[in-house]
Every structure is written in structure tokens, then in C-alpha cells.
């Protein structure tokens, strides 16, 4: 790709500031997002937990062979010691545990033959209010309540399905909770989120060996022609502090969140399904203001060379597809290993992002499919446009190929404002610069960081469910 950089005297001192501004602005920002990220709880344990309370609930309906694949060790003491360990980091943030947890500790100490504890627990939960706290009352004086109205308060109750069913049987007995369809669903669920990854796993491995043996023969593929608009680095940055950050991340929410919760906060329809309609309007806001920039900043360069400035090229979309999974499976065990490896070296990362959590408890289908819309269709598109699209072609431009890749993967990681998750994004970036690179084409990228996204979401729904 040609250089063109503008000298001083074309560049209007008014852009040179704006852009100035906007940097150090995106830096601050930045900053703050990180550091303020090691206070945000992290996902992760909630992933971890649910995946125990499906592996305590399958166990009667796990066949040996597939048991020791799915689980190692005593589950209900791991559980145990998840759940100790939750609740005890809310008490040390000077937080109130949360009731289900509460709920399902005290069920737990009772199930392993600790009443004592497990009464305990119970009244000091019982004094409080809400629907945990009203089983727990109803468990601790249980002629004080009929059938029909211990069933109205399992009806209300909310958490995991592990909590439901051991309240049900508290509060029923067992043959009223339909054990074994439970189990059976459990299986299932824990199976798809298990297995299915670990196939993958094993894919991309394959893929890797097989591209480094390819390399190492001299047989590797040759990277595809590939360009990027013609910008200069002051344009570009403009585009992504300015754009992406000042605009996109600090003005739009500004501006728009609180429009946006006047017209939500009257409609007769559930909170959880008010913050995913909420998401999506947000992020497709956050989108505009940079899109139009660089819309902007395209025109005057013309209609650009065959396949466009930004070369999308969806077309074959089976070639386009099928260069998305490789990449998608080839990046899948160099990011697990990441986060192993982060995870033996720092006993919390940190926060993870918070749409993660509201996919992981919601369990409103339009909220999970406004979710899912906003994590799958519209954030691909939009940060490969940025990170894939435009910045990596033009930092390619002044720093060569390589480099080029690693600072748009880097900005991307940084972008998303947390620390915990900057190393395995800092890899996963750098996947989707590879095939950017590889491929010569954009679309291949949206499809492989959708793929991820889908990946992520279908991990957290299962579990959540």
C-alpha cells in the first residue's frame, strides 16, 4: 500500500488540536475503564458455579465413561466451597450477599448433613425480604404454610435451576419437582458446554499443528492482496479517539441514555426486556457517530479499488465463511490457553464486561435475543469496520504488516475496558488481524469475531438457563 501522509502546512491546526484533544481524552477514558474494571465482579466465577450446580444435578443421569470427562472430585464439595467463596467476597466488599446464594448454601449444608449451619443460615435469611427469604421462613416453620401457597412462593422464586429444584424439594418433596426430566436437562446442558467446546479445542489444535508444519515445509499459503483506505494517521486517529471513543463511549451515553430511559420507562413490558431493547438502542447509537465520520473521511477518496476501501468481500460466501472458522477455530486454543494460564498467575482479573452478566440472568427471550443481536450482528460489524477495517491497514501502512496487526489487536483489547479480559482480547485480536491479513478480506473477519460472540453468548445462555 501507497503512503501518503500529510505534511504540516496542508493539515489545519484545528485538526491537529481536535485530533490532540480526542487522544488524550481516549487515553484518560481508557485508563479509567481499566483501573475501574478491577472493581467490577467477574463473570467467570458465576460461570464456574453454574457449571458445578448442572454437574451436581446430572450426576444421577451421567453414565460412567462420560462422568470422569465432565467432572473430577466431589461436585457438592466444590460447590460448596464456590459458594463460600462468593459470599464471603460480598461480605469482604462490605456488600449483602445475595439471598439465593444464601438459599442455596443453607439447602446445601442441609443436603450434606449439616443442619445446624444450614438453620442457621436460614433465620438470619429469613428476617429479610423477598422470595429466598420467604422459602427460607416457610423451611424453618413449615406447618405455618399450605401446599397451595408454598407453591406460590416457588413460583416467584429466581436464580439457577439447581435452586429451584432443591427448594422444590425442600419445601414438596421429591416426587413433586420432576427429578428426573431435570437431570436429563442438566445432562444436556452441560454436555453442549463442555463437549462442543472441547471438539473445538481439539479442531483448532489440528489446524495449528498443521499450518505450522505447512510453514515450517515452506508450503504456507501466501497472503491474499489486500489495501485499506487511504488515510493518514491523523485522519485515523480522529476516526478512533475521536469517533469510537469521545464520540461513541462518552457523548452518546450522555446524550442518549437518558432519552432513552423516558421513553422505556412507562411501557408496560419487563426490566430485563427495557435494558436489552436499552442495549441495542444504545450500541446502535454508539455506532453512528463514528460510522458517519468515516463515512466522512472515505468520500473524498472516491469509490476506492475493486471490493471497496474497506474490501468486505462477502462474495463466494462459502470461501468467506469457511475462512471464518478456520481462523475462529485455529485462535480457540491459543485464547483458552490465555485464560488458563492468566488465571494460575492471578487469582482475580478482574471485572468482565456487564453485558455478560445480564445474558447470563436473563431469562427473557426478546431481552436474550436484543442481547444476542447487539453481541452477534451488530458489535462484529461495527468493531471490525474500526480495529480490521480501517486502523490496521493504515498503522500497516507507516509500521508494516506485523506490527500493523499487533496495534490494532492492542487498541481492541483496550477498547473493551477491562483488565481481566485485555490478554485473551489482545490474542483473539490478533487472530482476526491474521486473517485480515490472510484473507484480504474484512467480511471473513466480521464472521469469525461473530462466530466468537456466538460462542460466548451460547455458552452463557445454556448456563444461565
Not at 365 to 390: D, K, S
Amino acid at each position: 500500500m501507497s503512503a501518503e501522509h500529510e505534511s504540516n502546512n496542508q493539515t489545519p491546526s484545528w485538526k491537529s488540536a481536535l485530533a490532540l484533544v480526542s487522544l488524550a481524552l481516549s487515553l484518560l477514558l481508557w485508563l479509567n475503564g481499566l483501573v475501574t474494571s478491577l472493581q467490577r465482579p467477574s463473570v467467570g466465577d458465576d460461570l464456574s458455579r453454574r457449571q458445578l450446580e448442572l454437574t451436581v444435578l446430572a450426576q444421577g443421569n451421567l453414565s460412567e465413561p462420560i462422568r470422569p470427562l465432565l467432572s473430577s472430585g466431589d461436585p457438592l464439595q466444590a460447590l460448596q466451597e464456590s459458594l463460600t467463596t462468593a459470599i464471603s467476597s460480598s461480605e469482604e466488599d462490605g456488600r449483602t450477599p445475595a439471598p439465593e446464594l444464601l438459599l442455596e448454601q443453607a439447602l446445601l449444608l442441609e443436603r450434606t448433613g449439616q443442619a445446624e449451619e444450614a438453620t442457621a443460615v436460614l433465620q438470619d435469611l429469613s428476617v429479610g425480604t423477598g422470595s429466598p427469604s420467604a422459602i427460607a421462613a416457610a423451611l424453618l416453620t413449615p406447618e405455618a404454610s399450605n401446599r397451595s401457597e408454598r407453591e406460590a412462593l416457588l413460583a416467584q422464586l429466581k436464580g439457577s435451576t439447581l435452586l429451584r429444584q432443591w427448594s422444590c424439594e425442600a419445601l414438596l418433596g421429591d416426587g413433586a419437582c420432576n427429578g428426573e426430566a431435570v437431570a436429563r436437562r442438566a445432562s444436556a446442558q452441560l454436555l453442549s458446554v463442555t463437549l462442543l467446546p472441547g471438539v473445538g479445542l481439539i479442531a483448532g489444535i489440528a489446524l495449528l499443528l498443521r499450518e505450522l508444519w505447512r510453514r515450517w515445509r515452506g508450503k504456507a499459503q501466501a497472503a491474499a492482496p489486500w489495501q485499506g483506505p487511504n488515510l493518514s494517521g491523523l485522519d485515523t486517529i480522529l476516526l478512533v479517539a475521536g469517533g469510537f471513543v469521545v464520540v461513541g463511549e462518552l457523548l452518546t451515553p450522555l446524550l442518549v441514555a437518558p432519552l432513552l430511559t423516558r421513553l422505556l420507562q412507562d411501557l408496560p413490558i419487563d426490566a430485563v426486556l427495557k435494558q436489552g431493547i436499552s442495549v441495542v438502542a444504545l450500541y446502535g447509537a454508539l455506532m453512528a457517530g463514528p460510522l458517519v465520520i468515516l463515512r466522512l473521511l472515505l468520500k473524498p477518496l472516491g469509490p476506492g479499488p475493486q471490493g471497496g476501501w474497506l474490501q468486505f468481500r462477502w462474495s463466494p460466501p462459502q470461501l468467506c465463511f469457511g475462512q471464518a472458522l478456520k481462523g475462529f477455530l485455529m485462535v480457540l486454543p491459543l485464547v483458552s490457553l490465555v485464560g488458563w494460564l492468566q488465571g494460575q498467575l492471578f487469582e482475580d482479573p478482574g471485572g468482565s464486561n456487564p453485558l455478560l452478566e445480564l445474558v447470563l440472568n436473563g431469562h427473557n427471550v426478546p431481552a436474550l435475543a436484543c442481547f444476542g443481536v447487539t453481541a452477534i450482528v451488530m458489535a462484529p460489524v461495527f468493531e471490525e469496520t474500526i480495529f480490521r477495517g480501517v486502523l490496521l491497514p493504515v498503522a500497516a501502512r507507516y509500521w508494516g504488516s506485523s506490527w500493523g496487526i499487533v496495534a490494532s489487536a492492542a487498541v481492541f483489547a483496550v477498547a473493551h475496558s477491562s483488565l481481566g479480559e485485555f490478554p485473551p482480547l489482545m490474542v483473539l485480536g490478533l487472530g482476526l488481524g491474521w486473517l485480515r491479513w490472510r484473507s484480504g478480506r474484512l467480511g471473513s473477519c466480521v464472521l469469525m469475531h461473530a462466530l466468537w460472540n456466538s460462542l460466548t453468548f451460547f455458552n452463557l445462555v445454556v448456563l444461565g438457563w
